[in-house]
């Protein structure tokens, strides 16, 4: 699969325009056709399959979008990213039942508010690095959810009910409880931000990104505004985060503080390192193969024996921690893989920068390093 992998990458790297936008194209015909009944009955048969795509799948997979410019592409480890879906989520459910704001206003105010709240916590916290920034992203999302949980205002433990739809368009859409409006919504938001983040990796921001997750240090003796950009890759997380809270809110109707436990954020980052921390198609496969398994196997009567009788979701987090683990061992840089990530896992940097911490890679002569040291 590697080399199937591979050679597909060499062939798009030199594929001329025509023959990428008929990818693009063929992507999008695929995605609209996704929730059809005949393919639901095998990738869902317990479940909606169109409810399904919509959480947990499209969810995960914008929210991993957003975490991989964090982590895959500025290579800063955020353990608190669901603080930023909650804020997001609470956004279009405080300010449309309190005020009557229109839907898409407060879906844009949402993502106003992560942004500044993604600066917030960046501009304190992005002079440290590895385990101690991963332990105040951390804190930072467990604030969040206990705030809400405290907060009278905003519903506190009770959360926020009839949560008001998306406005209609009207002569081309129309929201209702039907499942399939919010799909073909949350495939438009993919879409959008997926054009956003391959923009922004080719640009001087994304080079400025890829610099400082593989030398820090020396990216900021060349000149690079480290922190600026540090802090840059926060917001833009965020603001990803607050879009994929306000379109989950709108389809929700009811939000509350545990709908966003520090869990969801382990998830994504696994997501994020299964898939192939720093290339979109690997990390948008991590995050549809984290959050479709559970729902594939969640009426396996075989599964179910084997389990005791009990639902196969209630061990995905077992079983999300032993593929991990298997994965670390047997092909450390994810399933699919940018070649950049994987030349630097084999220098030794762990696949992510600083954070990856500084471990001998396969490539990595020992005795030099210990010497070195």
Do not use: C
């Amino acid at each position: 699969m590697g080399a199937l992998f591979d050679g597909a990458r060499d062939w798009w790297e030199h594929a001329k325009v025509w023959q990428r936008y008929l990818v693009y194209l063929g992507a999008i015909v695929f995605a609209l056709v996704l929730p059809a009944p005949w393919i639901g009955s095998f990738m869902s048969p317990g479940s909606d399959w169109t409810t399904v795509l919509i959480y947990p799948i499209g969810t995960y997979i914008l929210l991993a979008i957003g975490l991989n410019i964090v982590v895959g592409q500025a290579g800063l480890l955020d353990l608190g990213f669901v603080a930023f879906f909650a804020i997001g989520g609470y956004s279009v459910a405080y300010f449309g039942t309190q005020y009557g704001w229109n839907y898409w206003a407060t879906v844009a105010f949402g993502i106003l508010i992560t942004a500044v709240s993604g600066v917030i916590l960046g501009a304190p916290t992005l002079r440290l690095r590895g385990d101690y920034l991963a332990i105040v992203t951390l804190g930072f999302g467990e604030i969040v959810r206990i705030t809400a949980n405290n907060t009278d205002e905003i519903g506190g433990a009770r959360g926020i009910t009839n949560i008001p739809h998306p406005t209609d368009i009207p002569g081309v859409v129309e929201f209702a409880l039907l499942p399939a409006p919010y799909y073909y919504l949350m495939v438009a938001a993919i879409i959008v931000v997926i054009i956003f983040s391959v923009r922004l990796q080719k640009s001087r921001v994304g080079r400025a990104w890829a610099a400082i997750r593989e030398d820090e240090d020396a990216a900021e003796l060349m000149g690079v505004p480290t922190f600026k950009f540090k802090l840059l890759a926060f917001a833009i997380g965020a603001m990803i985060g607050g879009l994929a809270g306000g379109i989950y809110a709108g389809k929700a109707v009811f939000i509350e503080p545990n709908t966003f436990p520090f869990i969801l954020s382990a998830t994504i980052l696994a997501a994020v390192v299964l898939g192939g921390s720093g290339n979109l198609p690997g990390v948008m496969l991590g995050a549809f193969v984290i959050a479709w398994l559970p729902e594939r196997f969640r009426e396996v009567e075989w599964l179910k024996d084997a389990l005791g009788g009990k639902d196969p979701a209630e061990f995905r987090i077992l079983l999300f921690g032993g593929v991990l683990v298997l994965m670390m061992g047997l092909k450390p840089e994810g399933l699919l893989p940018s070649r950049r990530r994987k030349a630097e896992l084999h220098e030794g940097t762990g696949g992510m920068g600083t954070m990856g911490a500084e471990v001998a890679g396969p490539d990595t002569d020992v005795t030099t390093t210990e010497a070195a040291k």
